[in-house]
């Protein structure tokens, strides 16, 4: 199965600051990966597609980048509803495989 | 408005089957496969299976085929999660999703369901 490690496990940021979360895979997926916000009680939110497709509805702070193995997620001035955790999916090949997962929390 | 409304909160002991459900609504259910992804308390998501609507062709994570079973119900525009013999280790949420694909071939998860928190425990 293909490895998903994303980087850094956790962050603390101010409001207004740049965000920056990456996510390599242990082979080639192309661009065939995906962002998703995770909220306590809240179903996953998909915020990013095919590496960096912006999701419709999703403020354009967010933005994706990558191709291959190296991805990154940036949230560009983080507002206080970002606070959450942010995932990365491959759906390269089966069995998808989720990153670990980056907690953002505020400072 | 997609919807994927999920059956709710289950709680069993270990060696009870169980079937939770995910029901679609505001769209073409046989167009868009269904995936099921599993949140342990505490922990990050991991993807468990796809299945297609259209053929019931099923795709598993090898961490989870042979423990859980996914089928669809098209008439009801339903999609189905079960055990035959859960175990504690299975206590969880569980989200069905619907995948999204594009005329170019991009695509996503852009659908999810609210949960199901499955709890056993005897």
């Known amino acids: 199965a293909i490895q998903m490690t994303q980087s850094p496990s956790s962050l603390s940021a101010s409001v207004g600051d740049k965000v920056t979360i990456t996510c390599r895979a242990s082979q080639d997926i192309r661009n065939d990966l995906g962002w998703y916000q995770l909220k306590p009680g809240r179903a996953p939110r998909l915020l990013i597609y095919s590496a960096s497709n912006l999701q419709s509805g999703v403020p354009s702070r967010f933005s994706g980048s990558g191709s291959g193995t190296d991805f990154t997620l940036t949230i560009s001035s983080l507002q206080p509803e970002d606070f959450a955790t942010y995932t990365c999916l491959q759906d390269y090949d089966y069995p998808w495989t989720f990153g670990q997962g980056t907690k953002v929390e505020i400072k | 408005e997609v919807l994927l409304e999920q059956s709710g909160a289950e709680v069993k002991e270990p060696g009870e089957s169980l079937k939770i459900s995910c029901q679609g609504s505001g769209y073409t259910f046989r167009n868009y496969w269904i995936a099921w992804v599993r949140q342990m308390p505490g922990k990050g998501l991991e993807w468990m299976a796809i299945i297609n609507p259209r053929d019931s062709i099923t795709r598993y994570s090898p961490s989870f085929e042979g423990h859980v079973t996914i089928s669809v119900d098209e008439s009801i525009n339903t999609a189905y999660l079960q055990w035959v013999s859960l175990r504690a280790s299975d206590t969880a949420m569980y989200f069905c999703?619907?995948?999204?694909?594009?005329?170019?071939?991009?695509?996503?998860?852009?659908?999810w369901g609210q949960g199901t928190l499955v709890t056993v425990s005897s």
């Open positions: 999703a619907r995948l999204w694909v594009s005329a170019t071939g991009t695509s996503g998860l852009d659908s």
